[in-house]
């Protein structure tokens, strides 16, 4: 549950979200109270405190300002910004930079680097989320491909946007290789031993 994403929501949209939930057929469905395994409590508590201030509406004045707030709440860093350490905190100087590993890929780096996605153009960013394709190449779950392929061109447009204002980071990593241990971000993964 991506509550440290969502948390960031502005008041509004949160409150439209409540809005959506409310109009859903209603569905008796009882559950069981949830038991958190003792590292998930550990994590919880370690997360952010909750928000009590009022959140105001994002700054769309620009491309680039609206897809910052997209990508902020999509949770893109989430996975494309490698983490270490308990309770993990993502590594300085690797943001968007790829190398989170999950069981047969490892997230990419999304930054303009060469390493990175540098060789996308806004029309093969939009092809890519919106087929789950980069051109012969097939993008593979985890990355949640499926449910963003339902944002608007704009919204797409604008976290193109964004993304070409990240601070290019040299990475490489390269799912079509066998995963080998990687100096820069301390996990395996393709090309792991070129950085
Ligand atoms: C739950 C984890 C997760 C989240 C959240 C996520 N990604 Fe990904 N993403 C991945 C993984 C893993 C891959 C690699 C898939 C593969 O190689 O088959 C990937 C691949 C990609 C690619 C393809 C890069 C290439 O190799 O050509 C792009 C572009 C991308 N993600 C952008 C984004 C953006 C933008 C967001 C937020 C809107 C996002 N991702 C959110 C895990 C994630």
Avoid at 45 to 57: D, F, G, M, R
Avoid at 150 to 178: E, G, I, W
Wanted: aromatic share 8%; hydrophobic share 35%; with cysteine.
């Amino acid at each position: 549950m991506g509550y440290n994403h969502f948390r960031e929501l502005s008041d509004e949209d949160l409150a439209s979200v409540v809005v959506y939930l409310r109009s859903l057929e209603p569905v008796h469905n009882s559950l069981p109270k949830s038991v958190l395994p003792f590292w998930l409590q550990h994590v919880i508590q370690s997360l952010p405190e909750p928000i009590t201030a009022p959140v105001v509406p994002p700054d769309t004045s620009s491309p680039v300002k609206r897809g910052e707030y997209l990508v902020r709440i999509a949770g893109c860093s989430e996975c494309h910004t490698p983490e270490k350490g308990m309770p993990p905190h993502p590594i300085a100087g690797l943001s968007f930079a790829g190398g989170t590993t999950f069981d047969e890929v490892a997230s990419p780096n999304i930054t303009p680097d060469p390493s990175g996605i540098s060789y996308y153009d806004e029309a093969l960013f939009i092809e890519a989320m919106r087929t789950g394709r980069v051109k012969a190449r097939g993008i593979k779950l985890p990355m949640p491909w499926p449910i963003y392929k339902n944002m608007t061109d704009d919204d797409l447009r604008a976290v193109f946007a964004y993304l070409r204002t990240l601070k290019p980071v040299h990475h490489l990593v390269d799912n079509a290789a066998p995963p080998t241990q990687c100096k820069l971000c301390g996990q395996k993964h393709g090309f792991g031993n070129r950085n």
